[in-house]
C-alpha cells in the first residue's frame, strides 16, 4: 500500500470530521478501480462491520463492497453475510449507506453478482415491515440499475421491472418505475 494511501485510512481514525469525510471520498474515489492493497484492510474492515461505532459500520460495509473487484481470492463470497447484516443495521442511515453501496459486490464476478441481485430482490419483497421501506426499495431498485449498467445483464432488468410491477400503491410504483426509464 501507498503512503498516499495509509495516510487517508489513518485520517479515517485520527482526522477531523472533515479530514475524515475527505479521506472517505478519496478512499472510495481510489477503490473505483482494482487496487493491489485490498487484502491489507480486508480483515480489519470485516472486524469494523461489528464495531460499537456506526461510522466505522458504515465504512466497512461500503469499503468491503467497493473492494469486491479488487478480490481474486473470493473473500466477499465469505463476507458477504457479514457486510450484508450492516444493511439492516439498527441505525437508519448506517444500514442506508450499506445499501446503496452493495451493489457494488456484483462487479466482482458472476458468483457475486448473483448472491447481491438475490439478496436484493428476495429483501424488496420482505422489507415492508421495515421502517422507511419505501426508501429501502428505492435504494434497491437504483443499485439493481447500477449494476444493469454496469454488467449490461438483461436478467438484471427483467428482475427489477418485476418487483416494480409487484407495487400495489401506484404513487410509489411510478416512482420506481422513473428509477428504470
Not at 129 to 155: F, V
Request: proline share 2%; charged share 40%.
Amino acid at each position: 500500500m501507498d503512503e498516499r494511501t495509509k495516510q487517508l485510512f489513518e485520517q479515517l481514525e485520527k482526522g477531523s470530521k472533515q479530514e475524515q469525510m475527505d479521506a472517505f471520498e478519496s478512499l472510495l474515489e481510489e477503490m473505483e478501480k482494482k487496487v493491489p492493497w485490498a487484502y491489507e484492510v480486508w480483515d480489519e474492515l470485516v472486524a469494523h462491520l461489528y464495531d460499537e461505532d456506526a461510522h466505522r459500520r458504515s465504512r466497512a460495509a461500503q469499503f468491503l463492497s467497493y473492494l469486491a473487484k479488487s478480490d481474486p481470492e473470493d473473500r466477499i463470497l465469505r463476507d458477504f453475510d457479514k457486510v450484508w447484516r450492516v444493511t439492516k443495521d439498527e441505525k437508519f442511515v448506517t444500514a442506508r449507506h450499506a445499501l446503496q453501496a452493495i451493489w457494488r459486490v456484483g462487479i466482482g464476478g458472476e458468483k457475486q453478482k448473483n448472491l447481491v441481485t438475490g439478496h436484493m430482490i428476495e429483501r424488496f419483497y420482505t422489507c415492508e415491515e421495515e421502517k422507511n421501506y419505501t426508501l429501502l426499495r428505492e435504494d434497491i431498485l437504483k443499485g439493481l440499475r447500477s449494476l444493469y449498467e454496469h454488467e449490461e445483464d438483461p436478467y438484471i432488468e427483467e428482475q427489477a421491472k418485476g418487483l416494480i410491477d409487484s407495487v400495489d400503491d401506484e404513487k410509489y410504483a411510478k416512482k420506481y418505475r422513473k428509477i428504470w426509464k
